[in-house]
């Protein structure tokens, strides 16, 4: 079975922080997402990554940046934390067709 | 852009009877669509999906999805619920010549499925 991780489910930071949002995957797939879920919006797309240094920006890329430096892991930062980036976020990989998601990570920027 | 659209917020069904979901999409070529669940404390799982070929799609724990081209709509329904299925549901779609999905998929906000005793 295809295993997508996150580091943390939960997490809490305070605002202006630097913080990190690990996602790691175990299936060799090249495409991997970083998506945010929020009640009565569904899910948004952050960014997105096709390889290793690759990136592209999503829906709503404002106040994230992303990593990538290895295949398997792929990486969400939020430079300075702000309140209004208290969400659930959501990684994925995939192949063609089929995105598989991580449980998540519920972080509270306070 | 393509977008997504779930009209019901939450909808509530007795156990035993039949469910449909609906979903809306916009998009300008063929699109690729979705159907996810997501349990209470639970990552995004696959239903099913339509890439082409029969409109009619059979997915897991029951569930199928018709693809209407001329409504613009991928409904998904369930004969006879179980208390299990209670979660949210979430539509999507994806991009053709992403193959799928490949650039993201853009959700709908989501039904919240409650079932009654």
């Known amino acids: 079975d295809v295993k997508v991780t996150q580091s943390s489910r939960y997490l809490v930071k305070r605002t202006g922080e630097k913080v990190f949002l690990e996602c790691v995957q175990d299936?060799?797939?090249?495409?991997m997402f970083w998506y945010r879920q929020d009640p009565g919006l569904g899910l948004r797309l952050i960014y997105f990554?096709?390889?290793?240094?690759?990136?592209e920006k999503g829906d709503i890329p404002e106040g994230y940046s992303v990593s990538r430096e290895k295949k398997e892991r792929f990486s969400l930062i939020l430079e300075s934390a702000s309140t209004n980036q208290t969400s659930m976020y959501l990684c994925?990989?995939?192949?063609?067709?089929?995105?598989?998601f991580g449980p998540g990570t519920r972080l509270t920027v306070l | 852009a393509q977008s997504v659209t779930q009209p019901d917020i939450h909808i509530t069904v007795s156990e035993g009877a039949s469910l449909e979901l609906r979903c809306n999409y916009s998009?300008?070529?063929?699109?690729?669509l979705f159907w996810y669940v997501q349990s209470p404390g639970q990552g995004l799982q696959l239903l099913l999906k339509?890439?082409?070929?029969?409109?009619l799609v059979q997915g897991i724990k029951g569930f199928e999805a018709e693809f209407k081209r001329s409504q613009s709509s991928f409904n998904l329904r369930k004969p006879s619920v179980h208390w299990s299925d209670a979660a949210e549901y979430f539509c999507?779609?994806?991009?053709?010549?992403?193959?799928?999905?490949?650039?993201?998929?853009?959700f709908g906000k989501g039904t919240h499925l409650i079932i009654q005793p």
């Open positions: 994925a990989s995939s192949l063609p067709g089929h995105q598989f």
């Open positions: 299936m060799d797939h090249e495409n």
């Open positions: 990554s096709y390889d290793v240094k690759m990136k």
């Open positions: 998009y300008g070529a063929t699109p690729y």
């Open positions: 339509y890439f082409s070929g029969d409109t």
């Open positions: 999507a779609v994806g991009a053709e010549g992403s193959g799928g999905g490949a650039d993201g998929l853009t």
